[in-house]
Nanobody, 123 residues
Framework: QVQLVESGGGSVQAGGSLRLSCAASTNTNRRYSMGWFRQAPGKEREMVAAIFSGTGTSTVGDSVIGRFTIYQDAANNTLYLQMNSLKPEDTAMYFC????????????????WGQGTQVTVSS
């Protein structure tokens, strides 16, 4: 089991940027999928971005294409989500997740989650 701790959330105006971090308790430099998903009050969980630690293959959800980038610092077991051109609809609790193997944006296949970090974007 991987323990995950997110940080970097906060409040920002529309058009601004934030970078989220996720520190993993174990070396995920092998065959782990690492992902970010978000959930706003009253809405379903949405998978935002995912990366496969073994190859660096990554993918992002349609709603954040061109604005969000997922990347990792393998040496420090840290996952990042760079969020640019933020919109009010990006407001949500953002969670980091881990899964063995490549599972892409299939949230149901992630079995380790962090506690989340809140992102609030004002118009």
């Amino acid at each position: 089991q991987v323990q995950l701790v997110e940080s970097g959330g906060g409040s920002v105006q529309a058009g601004g940027s934030l970078r989220l971090s996720c520190a993993a308790s174990t070396n995920t430099n092998r065959r782990y999928s690492m992902g970010w998903f978000r959930q706003a009050p009253g809405k379903e969980r949405e998978m935002v971005a995912a990366i496969f630690s073994g190859t660096g293959t990554s993918t992002v959800g349609d709603s954040v294409i061109g604005r969000f980038t997922i990347y990792q610092d393998a040496a420090n077991n840290t996952l990042y989500l760079q969020m640019n051109s933020l919109k009010p609809e990006d407001t949500a609790m953002y969670f980091c997740a881990a899964a063995w193997g490549w599972v892409g944006l299939n949230a149901g296949l992630y079995n380790d989650w962090g506690q989340g970090t809140q992102v609030t974007v004002s118009s």
